[in-house]
């Protein structure tokens, strides 16, 4: 067990990051309340997203919530199964542990609400990015990690 530690931090620490500031929103703002944090730029904003991430499949009928229960935990149990088959590979266990701590975060939400909060606003001018949450940011972090990861060893391969 030892030796996923690193896994285990970072999967801890981004559930409980993404929970805990979801947590702070739902306290200090209502449902569709926006707040901006830097003019222009940055809102905090209380939405519930149906959807995956960035409002992905929202209006899918009442499957929905089982569906991306069932898909989350399906990929949770696809990362354990990476990191027992790869667990040497130290590099993986941070970006997996941002996956598996992301995907954490938003299951305990659809498990409780059916639905994920997001309160992240991000636009410039007339471009408006969909609202999304800590554990969404984590989830494409650690994706865009493993990608680099996956580009820079195919390199070397070469």
Not at 130 to 139: E, H, K, Q, R, S
Not at 140 to 158: D, N, P, Q, T
Request: net charge positive; aromatic share 12%.
């Amino acid at each position: 067990m030892g030796r996923f530690i690193l896994f285990a931090i970072t999967a801890i620490l981004t559930a409980g990051l993404d929970l805990g500031t979801k947590a702070l929103v739902e306290a200090s703002l209502t449902p569709y309340q926006s707040s901006p944090v830097i003019d222009g730029l940055f809102n905090l904003t209380y939405l519930k997203n149906k959807g995956a991430a960035f409002g992905f499949l929202s209006g899918s009928g009442e499957m929905r919530v089982p569906f991306f229960i069932i898909i989350t935990l399906v990929a949770m149990g696809f990362i354990l199964w990476l990191l027992k088959r790869h667990g040497k590979e130290r590099a993986l266990h941070l970006p997996l542990g941002l996956i598996f701590g992301g995907a954490a975060g938003n299951l305990v939400d659809r498990i409780r609400y059916g639905s994920v909060v997001d309160f992240i606003d991000l636009h410039w001018g007339g471009y408006h990015w969909p609202a999304f949450n800590v554990a969404d940011a984590a989830i494409c972090i650690g994706v865009v990690l493993l990608l680099i990861m996956e580009f820079s060893h195919g390199r070397k391969a070469a």
